[in-house]
């Protein structure tokens, strides 16, 4: 599966990899949202987490152009595959609690191949090499979800999530 990534982009506002950042486009915002949104649809059918309401609170708030924003704030990589299309997508955030690994998110049709753990362990190897003794997320309370971040090492942390309606601060030591 790890063969079907043709390219890593990175677009590295915060400047943690030393590498010429890349420029998001409309059009790879939109393939993010698109994943991103048809993902959390799916999970909620399989776990029924959220109400429908929720859902569609979640799927108004969050768009291709507050994708484009964060590109502004934080990095982001995502990975295409033979064919251009985006099949992964990651942030790094940071804000007064910390380093945020934020929007880890795989295409359906290529989960659980090891896509998200490889994300996963990218992020922390990066943030690692930058000198981050620890680095948090605020998790969606779906129980797959929660169980991939304990498999990784991330722990319940004591202090809130920001969006304690419908997540979870977890914390991992690097």
Not at 106 to 123: A, E, H, K, M
Request: net charge negative.
């Amino acid at each position: 599966m790890l063969n079907d990534i043709v390219c890593m982009h990175v677009i590295d506002t915060l400047g943690l990899t030393g590498n010429i950042s890349e420029q998001l486009s409309e059009e790879k915002a939109e393939e993010i949202y698109n994943m991103i949104i048809d993902n959390w649809i799916l999970a909620n059918k399989r776990e029924h987490c959220y109400t429908e309401q929720r859902v569609v609170e979640y799927c108004c708030v969050f768009t291709p152009k507050s994708i484009l924003e964060e590109s502004l704030k934080e990095s982001q990589i995502y990975f295409t595959n033979k064919d251009d299309e985006v099949i992964g997508f990651c942030s790094i955030a940071k804000d007064n609690d910390g380093y945020e690994l934020k929007r880890l998110n795989v295409r359906d049709d290529y989960q659980g191949q090891g896509l998200g753990s490889f994300i996963t362990n990218l992020r922390m190897n990066i943030l690692k090499e930058y000198g981050i003794k620890e680095v948090y997320i605020d998790s969606m309370l779906f129980p797959s979800t929660i169980r991939f971040h304990e498999k990784n090492g991330f722990t319940r942390s004591m202090n809130e999530s920001r969006y304690e309606e419908y997540a979870v601060r977890m914390t991992k030591s690097l």
